[in-house]
């Protein structure tokens, strides 16, 4: 079993950053990657940055390419997610989730998700 709890979501203004934070605990060793989702209402969940645990450079969406970045401490077990330059159609629930995949972006290949932190950007 695997717990993650996201934290760091908000309100901000467009152009404004946040930065999303994703705990790990439990068996996380059996499993090679992390990542973050989002989704908005009347959307489906789509990936947009992801790491494998191990190392090795991380993958976005184009959505959100050079404007987040994922980074992880394995030290601490926890991902993080550091957006910059945020556009309302950044507003969605952001979900963790870690798994066995190599097809990072794949919200279907991740099995075990926390339970979602809302980021919110308006003017």
């Known amino acids: 079993q695997v717990q993650l709890v996201e934290s760091g979501g908000g309100s901000v203004q467009p152009g404004g950053s946040l930065r999303l934070s994703c705990a790990a605990s439990g068996s996380t060793y059996n499993y090679n990657a992390m990542g973050w989702f989002r989704q908005a209402p009347g959307k489906e969940r789509e990936g947009i940055a992801a790491i494998y645990t191990a190392g090795g450079s991380p993958y976005y969406a184009d959505s959100v390419k050079g404007r987040f970045t994922i980074s992880r401490d394995n030290a601490k077990n926890t991902v993080y997610l550091q957006m910059n330059s945020l556009e309302p159609e950044d507003t969605a629930m952001y979900y963790c989730?870690?798994?066995?995949?190599?097809?990072?972006?794949?919200?279907?290949?991740?099995?075990?998700w926390g339970q979602g932190t809302q980021v919110t950007v308006s003017s």
């Open positions: 989730a870690t798994g066995f995949t190599f097809t990072l972006l794949r919200p279907n290949t991740y099995k075990y």
